[in-house]
């Protein structure tokens, strides 16, 4: 009896063995950086048509953690609200001998935010820039009430913060008493609650808040960031969002970044609040 157990045994086992094969594991893409811009990459990673064995990692951090993850190897895709600096892409050409693709992927308006109840209702750019750096501390100085101007910033890893700082305080530091937030929607919720402050932000983020009409100078039109105002580039403070790649796509990437800069998926850009790259 024995031996004829032991005849047998293996053919039972070679009938069992082929039951355990594992499942190939799914592609993964990972997209990582600006926060501005973590809503509209979850939209388009949600929305992709071709999702069959693939998965998105999306995670926030700011632009310049973003594009230190791209330089480092620790993400595939940069999302970035700024361009890359040139001593980034030093550091990418020296560690990949290739200086970095950058794909514009959207447009976005950087709004200035104060609460509903502000009487003030536009600024220049002149004005914007005194109050962050702190020249200008109360409301009356630009025709509101007498209050103390409260002021909310975004982290300086934050494109959005290096964007507003180079473009609207040029380049002059935020006043000491700027409250820094981790995130555009954490500034909005602070702003909402409080009627004497006042922030920036992407303009897809405008909830409970009202966004300024903004002059370049004294006697120009002030304008709200609206789309037709910052595809037009009559609204001063408009920008670029960005995917960065340390080498050029193919695959599973390409179709997905080909999608994204396409109808379909600037339609996508649209509906969450943001602008496309152009017209189609």
Known sequence: MFDALRRFAPVVLLMILPTFVAASA??????????TMVILVQRWTE???????LEFQVTGGGSGTGIAALINGTTDICSSSR???PAEVRQLKEKYQYRGMEVRVARDGLAVYVHKNNSVKQLTIEQIRLIFTGQVRNWKDVGGADKPIILYSRENNS?????FKEHVLLKQDFAAEAQHMAGTAALINAVSKDPNA????GAAYAANVRPLGVAKE?????VTPTEASILSGEYPISRFLYFY????????EKAFIDWVISPA?????????YYPIKKF
């Not at 799914?26 to 926060?35: H, L």
């Not at 929305?47 to 064995?53: A, D, F, I, Q, V």
């Not at 998926?265 to 609040?273: R, S």
């Open 265 to 273: 998926g600037q339609k996508v850009v649209k509906d969450v609040g």
């Open 245 to 252: 790649l340390n080498e050029r796509p193919k695959g599973t």
């Open 47 to 53: 929305l992709y048509p071709n999702k069959k064995g």
């Open 83 to 85: 361009p890359i600096k």
């Open 198 to 201: 006042i922030g920036f932000g």
């Open 159 to 163: 494109g959005t913060y290096e964007f």
């Open 26 to 35: 799914p592609e993964r893409i990972t997209i990582k950086g600006s926060d």
């Open 218 to 222: 004294k006697g120009s039109a002030y």
